[in-house]
Structures are given as C-alpha cells and as structure tokens.
C-alpha cells in the first residue's frame, strides 16, 4: 500500500550511510506514521526495532535488514546499552539506520539515552518524534487527555523504575493534588501500589479511571473502573499489557465520544457526561 502513497512535495531529508535516525513509530496503528517515518521506512538498511512496534510497519521497509531490540518488563531482553552500541556500530559501518521505537522516542523510551551515546561516539542523528500512547492511544478510547471542563494540567508518570518497582522517587501526593488527570505508562503490573499510594494521598475510590490495553492496535480493549476498584477490576479482567492508565474526570467523556462504538453502529451512551446541562461549545 505505501508504495501507492506519494509523499507530497517538499524537501524531504536524506537518510545518508552512517546516520541513525531516532524515530517514533505511534502507538500501533500505522496510519498514526509520520511522514518523516514513513520517508525513513523506504530509506532505511537497517531498522532496529522495539517490541511495541506492529509488524505492519515493518513490512514497509522490505529492503532493510530488520533487528530486534524489544525489551518487555520481566522478560530478558537486549541491555539498553548494547543496543546504544549496536546503533553505532551500525552507523560507523555505513549502514543508514533507522531506529523505531514505540510511540515517541523521548517519551519513557530512552530515546534520550540512546542519542546520547551516538553523539558520544560522533555518530550523526535526526529525531522524529511520534505520537505517544498516553495522548494518542487515549484518543483512540474516546478519552480527551485535556478538557476544558475537568483538567488544564495533565502528568505522565511511569509506574515502573529501572529496578523493575513503582518509583518510590516519585510525591505521589504532590502528583494528586498538583493534577486533575494523571495518565501512568507501564503501570499494570503495579497496579496495586500506584493506586493504593493515590488514594492515601486524597484522590476518591470513586474517582472514574481507565485501562487501555494494546491501544490503536485490532486488539485495543478498554476498561472502564474507577481508582479504589481498578487494581482488582484489572486482576479479574485477564487483560495484559501493553496499557495507559488514566485516572481523572475526563475518562467521563468516553461515554459520549466512543468513536470506535460508533463506527460499530452504538449511540453515543451519553451525550453529557460531565452534566454540564448545556452545549459543549458555550462558554
Ligand atoms: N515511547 C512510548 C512509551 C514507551 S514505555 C510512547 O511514547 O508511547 C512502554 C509503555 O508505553 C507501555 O508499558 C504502555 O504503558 C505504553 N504503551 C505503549 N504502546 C501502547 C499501546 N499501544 N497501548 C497501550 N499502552 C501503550
């Protein structure tokens, strides 16, 4: 199909021998590309890929060598910095690189790391950032990640330190109070602590939460709960990660705005969520 695809006019960047270009692949599906990907995908020799990377994507660069550097908590995987190295390997053998990684490179990635090292060692680089999954897979499940009715500040916050814990680093009483809604990359397995540490802070049990699980992808589920049953609801669900935790009022509007059920055939369950009692554009 991408071959059909004609990128439109403009001065495209060349992907030249030696370069590593550090690329955010979206969330899953892979009409969420870049142009700048998608130019990156038919340039490439190599691309180094992550495990959250839909195969799909990688059948766009059929003339590149395809290396996997996936690294999914619990699991073994490639050392952070054998991967760093194996990029500049790559690059000083002439080889043009792409580097894909899930959603955006700079976003909980280590896309910092890995540039970093390939500046270190004079390898030349572009970024091309991508849409990350707590603002892109949340759109997906119908959920604004800023409303104007329920939040003018948002946090991301990983539910997962190097050591494999919830980052004790991390004021969860300052996130609380500081931030109407609170999006949680690789948060699942730690469900319990995060939530546990939330509510000891203030937040209300009733407070509406969800789960998305595989986001954009044809697996995307979602989970709608609330902060003091979430831990459980996920447990006695079976669902896995890949997952955004969102916990907040916003979650609220999935229940006009599921555009996925309504491409399905549903009606919308509720055209107010917030209960507003008025149109969505008046002041
Ligand atoms: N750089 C990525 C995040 C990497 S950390 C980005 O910007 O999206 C990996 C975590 O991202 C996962 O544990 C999960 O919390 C989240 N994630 C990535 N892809 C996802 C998807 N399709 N659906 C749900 N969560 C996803």
Not at 95 to 116: H, I, N, S, T
Not at 164 to 178: D, F, M, V, Y
Not at 217 to 237: C, F, H, N, P
Request: net charge negative.
């Amino acid at each position: 199909m991408t071959e059909s695809v004609t990128l439109p006019e403009t001065d495209w960047p060349e992907l030249s021998p030696g370069w590593v270009w550090l690329c955010g692949a979206g969330p899953g599906d892979p009409g969420l590309l870049t142009l700048h990907a998608l130019n990156a995908l038919r340039q490439a020799d190599v691309v180094v890929y992550d495990a959250l990377v839909e195969d799909r994507i990688l059948d766009w660069a059929p003339q590149a060598e395809h290396i996997y550097a996936g690294k999914r908590g619990g699991k073994p995987s490639a050392k952070q910095r054998d991967i760093s190295l194996r990029l500049v390997d790559l690059a000083k053998a002439g080889k043009r690189v792409l580097r894909l990684k899930g959603g955006d490179p700079f976003v909980f990635g280590r896309g910092g790391e890995e540039a970093q090292t390939l500046v270190q060692h004079g390898v030349p680089l572009r970024i091309i950032p991508g849409i990350s999954a707590g603002i892109g897979g949340l759109a997906y499940a119908g959920i604004p990640v800023t409303h104007r009715d329920v939040n003018q500040s948002v946090t991301f916050v990983t539910g997962h330190d190097q050591s494999g814990q919830t980052p004790s680093s991390l004021n969860w009483r300052a996130i609380s109070e500081g931030s109407q809604v609170i999006v949680i990359y690789m948060g699942m397995k730690h469900a319990g602590p995060i939530t546990s540490a939330l509510l000891d802070a203030g937040r209300d049990a009733d407070e509406p939460c969800a789960v998305v699980c595989s986001a954009t992808t044809r697996d995307q589920q979602v989970l709608e709960t609330t902060l003091g049953a979430m831990a459980k609801d996920i447990e006695d669900s079976g669902l896995e990660p890949p997952a955004i935790l969102c916990v907040g009022r916003s979650v609220l509007m999935r229940q006009a705005l599921d555009w996925q059920a309504m491409i399905d055939g549903q009606p919308p369950r509720d055209l107010d969520p917030l209960g507003r009692g008025r149109p969505a554009e008046s002041a």
